[in-house]
C-alpha cells in the first residue's frame, strides 16, 4: 500500500525556536495533504489542508502565522512550528491524498517543547 | 470542532472478549471510517462503511452504522492483547478528504 513518511519522528526544540516537520508521500503523488495535531489521550484535531501549488487553508481557531505550511511539490509538504512554545508541544500528524481519493497517514513527529 | 463523541472513553477486557465501541456523529455523512493507533504511532485504517450500508465485516470486526441515529459501532470478536490501542471513529462531512475524528476509545486487552 501507499506509504507516507514524516521527519523527524521525535524533536525536542527550546523555546522560541521554530522546527520543521516534514510529510512525504513516498511513492504516489498527492495534490493534497492534510495536518493534524494530537494532545495526549486526546483525539486528532485537523490542523490545515496544504495544496499543491497554492496557500494552506487553515481551520478555525489555528494561527496561519505560528504554524507555515509550505507544499513546494507533489511529494512534500513541510509544517513548520514557529515561535515554538511549550503548549504547541504535541503530536503532529500528516496524511496524503491519492489520485484515487484514498487517504494515507504518516507515522507521526513527536514535538516537545522546552 | 469535534464531530463525533465516542463511549466508552475506556475499556478493559480480557482475551477472547468481545469489545464494542460506539460513535456518533452530528452531521450527513457519505461515509464513516474507522481507525486504530498504537500508543504514540500513527493511525491505521481499518474500516469504512457508507452511508447506504448498514453493517460491514472485515476479519474479526463488524462495523454498523445507524444514520437515522447518527451513531455507528465497532465490534471486535474474540479479542486479542495485540488489540490493545485506541480505536477513533472518523466522517468526511463536506467530501473533501477533511477528516473529523471522534473523541476515541482506550482499549486494553489482558492476557
Known amino acids: 500500500g501507499a506509504v507516507v513518511s514524516q521527519h523527524p519522528s521525535r524533536v525536542i526544540c527550546k523555546s522560541g525556536t521554530s522546527v520543521k516537520i516534514e510529510c512525504r508521500s513516498l511513492?504516489?503523488?498527492?495534490?493534497?495533504m492534510f495536518w493534524y495535531r494530537q494532545f495526549p489521550k486526546q483525539s486528532l484535531m485537523l490542523m490545515a489542508t496544504?495544496?499543491?501549488?497554492?496557500?494552506?487553508?487553515?481551520e478555525q481557531g489555528v494561527e496561519k502565522d505560528k504554524f507555515l505550511i509550505n507544499h513546494a511539490s507533489l511529494t512534500l509538504s513541510t509544517l513548520t512550528v514557529t515561535s515554538a512554545h511549550p503548549e504547541d508541544s504535541s503530536f503532529y500528524i500528516c496524511?496524503?491524498?491519492?489520485?484515487?481519493?484514498?487517504?494515507?497517514f504518516g507515522p507521526g513527529t513527536r514535538l516537545t517543547v522546552t | 470542532s469535534q464531530q463525533g463523541e465516542e463511549d466508552p472513553q475506556a475499556l478493559s477486557i480480557q482475551e477472547g472478549e468481545n469489545a464494542t465501541m460506539n460513535c456518533s456523529y452530528k452531521?450527513?455523512?457519505?461515509?464513516l471510517q474507522w481507525y486504530r493507533q498504537n500508543s504514540g504511532r500513527g493511525l491505521v485504517h481499518l474500516i469504512l462503511?457508507?452511508?447506504?450500508?448498514r453493517e460491514k465485516h472485515s476479519g474479526r470486526l463488524r462495523v454498523t452504522l445507524d444514520t437515522s441515529k447518527k451513531s455507528s459501532s465497532l465490534l471486535i470478536t474474540a479479542s486479542r492483547a495485540a488489540d490493545t490501542a485506541s480505536y477513533f471513529c472518523?466522517?468526511?462531512?463536506?467530501?473533501?478528504?477533511?477528516?473529523?475524528f471522534g473523541a476515541g476509545t482506550r482499549l486494553a486487552v489482558h492476557p
Open positions: 496524511s496524503a491524498i491519492d489520485r484515487e481519493y484514498e487517504q494515507y
Open positions: 511513492d504516489f503523488q498527492a495534490t493534497t
Open positions: 496544504s495544496n499543491e501549488g497554492s496557500k494552506a487553508t487553515y
Open positions: 452531521t450527513s455523512i457519505n461515509n
Open positions: 462503511i457508507r452511508s447506504n450500508e
Open positions: 472518523a466522517t468526511d462531512p463536506g467530501g473533501y478528504n477533511k477528516l473529523i
